[in-house]
Nanobody, 130 residues
Framework: QVQLVESGGGSVQAGGSLRLSCVGSGVIYSNHCMGWFRQIPGNEREGVATIGSNGGTTYADSVAGRFTISQDNAKNTVFLQMASLTPEDTAMYFC????????????????????????WGQGTQVTVSS
């Protein structure tokens, strides 16, 4: 059974940084694509970043150049380093995983890629104040 547990959320002022972590159990990162998503109440959940087992990454345009996704396979952990945060980054952030025999990520845009992911964490809140 796959379980994902996020941590690292909190409150920060605009321009600040946060690092989110997601520890996985029952998931082998070599055959899973991992992703970070975020959601504001009343809005659709949107993709933030994905990473395949080969280290290939994809980012939403809104976070490219500010956020970095990475993973530590030995620790079964995926990270999201967030910098230059703005109030528009305020949301609940979720970690997710989807199985692929070669650890590839779905070739979908960051709006619809969420439909491919099968395992989700409970989320961690990020609040950015101006």
């Amino acid at each position: 059974q796959v379980q994902l547990v996020e941590s690292g959320g909190g409150s920060v002022q605009a321009g600040g940084s946060l690092r989110l972590s997601c520890v996985g159990s029952g998931v082998i990162y070599s055959n899973h694509c991992m992703g970070w998503f975020r959601q504001i109440p009343g809005n659709e959940r949107e993709g933030v970043a994905t990473i395949g087992s080969n280290g290939g990454t994809t980012y939403a345009d809104s976070v490219a150049g500010r956020f970095t996704i990475s993973q530590d396979n030995a620790k079964n952990t995926v990270f999201l380093q967030m910098a230059s945060l703005t109030p528009e980054d305020t949301a609940m952030y979720f970690c997710a995983a989807v199985f692929d025999p070669w650890g590839r990520c779905p070739t979908a845009d960051m709006v619809t890629v969420k439909d491919w992911f099968r395992h989700w964490g409970q989320g961690t809140q990020v609040t950015v104040s101006s």
